[in-house]
């Protein structure tokens, strides 16, 4: 059974840190795309990082580029989300997502999600 | 960007009805168009890949048509544990975007 274990979150003040970790288990971690998509309280989806299976290719839409970094250790089977200069905007619950096969893809598997709260 | 704007963006229905959800994309996405289920609470779940491709293991009631910039996504009979938000998202093009959602209630 394919399992997306999300961690990390947690309240942060504006202009801090945060890393998301994403436990990987039920599948062959490393042969898979990977993404994290958040959902601000209340509202849709947003797709904020993709990185392939190796790690050797990572893609970010312009709202977080520059700020955050997606990362994965194929040895641990855990995907990592490095949250820099967070924003009020960035708080969302985040999700971690199993890409069916490359970033440009479907997500097939969810994470629960881990809540972030940027507030002073 | 490739935009996706969804339609209606809530409805109610009976149990039973015949329920349409339309997704318009701002440019071609061929059929790169996915459908996702998201109960209250809980992670989306994939539906329909490809426009028109059923999950495996998810209920015959839900469908999807389309290509190009028009697809519409169907639950023949609404069932009452239907309820919650679908979204369509494409994956013609990064960034991988979703539609606002439509969120499905009973009457």
């Known amino acids: 059974e394919v399992r997306l274990v999300d961690s990390g979150g947690g309240l942060v003040q504006p202009g801090g840190s945060l890393r998301l970790s994403c436990a990987a288990s039920?599948?062959?971690?490393?042969?898979?795309?990977m993404s994290w998509v958040r959902q601000a309280p209340g509202k849709g989806l947003e797709w904020v990082s993709g990185?392939?299976?190796?790690?050797?290719?990572?893609y970010y839409p312009e709202s977080v580029k520059g700020r955050f970094s997606i990362s994965r250790d194929n040895s641990k089977n855990t995907l990592y989300l490095q949250m820099n200069s967070l924003r009020a905007e960035d708080t969302a619950l985040y999700y971690c997502?199993?890409?069916?096969?490359?970033?440009?893809?479907?997500?097939?598997?969810w994470g629960q999600g881990t809540l972030v709260t940027v507030s002073s | 960007d490739i935009q996706m704007t969804q339609s209606p963006s809530s409805l109610s229905a009976s149990v039973g009805d015949r329920v349409t959800i339309t997704c318009q994309a701002s440019q071609d996405i061929s059929k790169y168009l996915n459908w996702y289920q998201q109960k209250p609470g809980k992670a989306p779940k994939l539906l329909i890949y490809d426009a028109s491709n059923l999950e495996t293991g998810v209920p015959s009631r839900f469908s999807g048509s389309g290509s190009g910039t028009d697809f519409t996504f169907t639950i023949s009979s609404l069932q009452p544990e239907d309820i919650g938000t679908y979204y369509c998202q494409q994956y013609e093009n990064l960034p991988l975007t979703f539609g606002g959602g439509t969120k499905v209630e009973i009457k």
């Open positions: 039920g599948f062959t971690f490393r042969s898979y795309a």
């Open positions: 997502a199993k890409l069916r096969a490359a970033v440009t893809s479907l997500f097939d598997y």
């Open positions: 990185i392939s299976s190796s790690g050797g290719t990572t």
